[in-house]
């Protein structure tokens, strides 16, 4: 496994860690289950036979979001894969980070699954606790926007609300005064 790689935005294929391209053989295209890592940059996997599991890589087949950014579908994530409202990645294509699990059930060799980080302080550095549209705890980097750094000791859904609530008055009276 490279660990050189960029975890922000895939920039090789998944294939090219095994030494292989998925344009070796025409009828392989690329793995739907594994979002567009195995695919060349620029390109996602969509799917053209449904029920099957397999894709063919299209240009511009993308999303913009960098990995664990928050998203709601696949096609929000550069990389294809949006799994509990976080973006993320194979296992095999870098570590999965503190507060994420691999979960091999999902594709071969696992998929970064982000676990709940309600409860526990399980973030990385530069990764905060964020409560995402699959409407659970994920870390996530670069979120912004009103969110609540949940601890232990905190009620998550309304120290973020009054959080909201404070930051939309002062907009509101700035605003007024302009």
């Not at 090219?16 to 890592?37: E, K, M, Q, T, V």
């Not at 979001?65 to 194979?90: A, I, K």
Request: hydrophobic share 30%; aromatic share 8%.
């Amino acid at each position: 496994m490279n660990t050189d790689l960029d975890v922000r935005a895939p920039t090789i294929h998944r294939a090219a860690l095994d030494g292989g391209s998925p344009f070796d053989d025409p009828d392989r295209g690329c793995d739907l289950s594994l979002g567009n890592f195995d695919c060349p940059d620029g390109t996602g996997c969509v799917d053209y036979d449904r029920g099957t599991g397999r894709g063919a890589c299209e240009p511009n087949a993308h999303g913009d979001l960098p990995l664990y950014s928050l998203c709601e579908v696949d096609l929000d994530c550069y990389g294809g894969l949006c799994l509990n409202g976080v973006c993320t990645h194979p296992c095999d294509y870098q570590p999965c980070p503190g507060g994420y699990d691999c979960d091999e059930d999902i594709a071969p060799g696992g998929i970064c699954r982000a676990a709940s980080c309600r409860e526990l302080d399980n973030c990385d550095d530069g990764f905060t606790c964020e409560y995402s549209a699959a409407e659970r705890w994920v870390c996530a980097e670069g979120a912004g926007g009103c969110r609540a750094v949940h601890t232990k000791k905190s009620a998550p859904g309304f120290g973020a609300l009054a959080l909201c609530l404070v930051l939309f008055s002062a907009y509101r009276r700035r605003a007024r005064r302009a």
